[in-house]
């Protein structure tokens, strides 16, 4: 990037309170001029103590306040907490469960796929586009509602398969939305390509290369937009996915446009997975049941949420609470990105007016972002606190 020999930056300060952001963020910008030279993110302003508190509520109980880590991503979380719990017992799980598992997981993609789709069109102004996708998104929505008995928060997961079995009677009526959101969602493409709005905007901007993506640790569509073939459903098979069949979709051009289409694309291949289930679904009990409290031990799982691979951490002391409950979702891994895609650098400039649409390309979560850890100031050693202790000092505070 040339600079004039009169330098002069200044510090733009974007949130934490914003009528762009849909959560509290803290983006601050060192500026030349319009181009963004320099860029730091906090995300921590929605800290919740779920960690924390999942120590004191038994196995079944957590699994409905870890849906709530994010709304969106509620059932790549419980999928993942019980494909992680379920390590310790050892025992096999129904394939009826796992194919409803992956069917529901499907949904969800497409239903988040869409759901950012929109939200990515409204921030370069496309706003006819944003209503268009959100209407039609209202098809998933139903569906999942169908299915689960909620649009949202589904609570489909649990230790042991899953909650709800799909009755043949709904398959007709789920094959005929996929049929019309593979027409729109085709539509949508097309419109991505070759709308000169969306490549005004979109094309160029956000350049994430491979060798960065990989080395500040990227990871779903943001790695898969930076042309790296990296997705767990593949990679490390959970549920049915080892016998689902689907592409890894990737894009080389690394910028806003790549995850854009590796998104669209995505949601083209759930819905063929989710053919694929329905055509293919075994026989069989859709759950079994497990006692309450675990063996003794731990278990890491991971699973491909929409916004990336989504890492599960579980210890067991053999009693019906965990021990110990460790996270690290898809937003977290993907901020150092966001600094690198924010910051410009040789022939590549980014412009104030590029951020929103820079940032919104991760998709970011932020309230399942945020991480506390308690250090002593003066012998820089870190500290374990119980709930009590934090009660305590957040009554000081």
Avoid at 277 to 291: A, N, Q, S, T, V
Avoid at 390 to 396: N, P, T, V, Y
Wanted: net charge neutral.
């Amino acid at each position: 990037m040339k600079r004039s020999s009169y330098e002069l930056f200044f510090d733009v300060p974007i949130g934490p309170q914003h009528p762009a952001l849909k959560e509290p963020i803290f983006l601050k910008l060192v500026v030349e001029g319009e181009q963004v030279v320099k860029a730091d993110v906090d995300v921590s302003y929605t800290h919740r103590g779920i960690e924390k508190a999942l120590e004191y509520g038994n196995y079944i109980q957590n699994i409905y306040l870890i849906e709530r880590i994010c709304g969106i991503c509620n059932v790549a979380h419980t999928l993942c907490n019980v494909v992680t719990v379920e390590q310790l017992y050892d025992k096999e799980i129904p394939p009826r469960a796992q194919y409803i598992r992956v069917i529901v997981e499907e949904l969800a993609r497409i239903h988040s796929h869409l759901l950012w789709l929109g939200v990515a069109a409204h921030e370069i102004g496309f706003d006819t586009w944003f209503m268009y996708i959100w209407r039609d998104r209202e098809v998933v929505m139903d569906l999942i509602e169908a299915i689960t008995g909620n649009r949202v928060t589904t609570a489909i997961n649990t230790i042991g398969g899953v909650r709800r079995d799909i009755k043949p009677e709904l398959y007709d009526r789920i094959r005929k939305g996929m049929d019309f959101l593979e027409e729109r969602t085709k539509f949508y493409k097309k419109v991505a390509m070759e709308d000169p709005t969306v490549n005004a905007r979109c094309a160029g901007v956000g350049i994430l290369t491979p060798k960065e993506a990989v080395e500040l640790c990227a990871v779903g569509p943001t790695l898969r937009g930076s042309g790296v073939k990296h997705d767990v459903r593949a990679d490390d098979p959970y549920a049915a996915h080892a016998e689902v069949p689907f592409e890894v979709v990737t894009y080389d051009t690394n910028d806003v446009l790549a995850r854009i289409l590796v998104r669209i694309d995505e949601v083209l291949e759930s819905i063929n997975m989710v053919r694929y289930c329905l055509d293919h679904m075994p026989e069989g009990p859709y759950r079994i049941k497990l006692p309450l409290a675990p063996p003794k031990g731990e278990a890491i799982g991971r699973v491909e949420a929409p916004r990336g691979e989504l890492i599960h951490y579980v210890k067991s002391n053999g009693t019906e609470k965990p021990e110990r409950y460790k996270v690290r979702t898809p937003t977290f891994s993907n901020i150092p990105a966001l600094c690198a895609m924010l910051t410009s650098k040789g022939d590549y400039i980014v412009n104030i007016a590029d951020v929103p649409i820079v940032f919104a390309s991760i998709d970011p979560c932020l309230s399942c972002t945020a991480r506390v850890e308690v250090v002593d100031a003066e012998k820089g050693k870190r500290k374990v606190l119980s709930m009590e202790q934090l009660r305590r000092k957040g009554r000081a505070w």
